[in-house]
Nanobody, 115 residues
Framework: QVQLVESGGGLVQAGGSLRLSCAAS????????MGWYRQAPGKQRESVAW???????SIAGSVKGRFTISRDNAKNTVNLQMNSLKPEDTAVYYC?????????WGQGTQVTVSS
């Protein structure tokens, strides 16, 4: 069993920055993918960014150029640096870790961007 614990959410003004972190504990998660999803009120959960164990990344078009994902395999952590935040980035952000065999979700952290 893998537990994912997110941190770093909060309230920020438009144009500001936040850094989300996710730490995997329990059965050590090695390999596979780690990423961030978000869900705004009344909307479906959507992928924001993910990164493979080898460092290959994929960033959603809506945040490309503003968000950066990074990973520390030794520490089983994944980070999401969010710059130039917009009110439409307001959502609950979830960390996810997965392989072809299983997937795990964090409990989510609220990000609120005020205009």
């Amino acid at each position: 069993q893998v537990q994912l614990v997110e941190s770093g959410g909060g309230l920020v003004q438009a144009g500001g920055s936040l850094r989300l972190s996710c730490a995997a504990s329990g059965s050590i998660f090695s390999g596979g993918f780690m990423g961030w999803y978000r869900q705004a009120p009344g909307k479906q959960r959507e992928s924001v960014a993910w990164i493979s164990s080898g460092g290959f990344t994929s960033i959603a078009g809506s945040v490309k150029g503003r968000f950066t994902i990074s990973r520390d395999n030794a520490k089983n952590t994944v980070n999401l640096q969010m710059n130039s935040l917009k009110p439409e980035d307001t959502a609950v952000y979830y960390c996810k870790a997965w392989t072809a065999s299983y997937s795990y979700w964090g409990q989510g952290t609220q990000v609120t961007v005020s205009s």
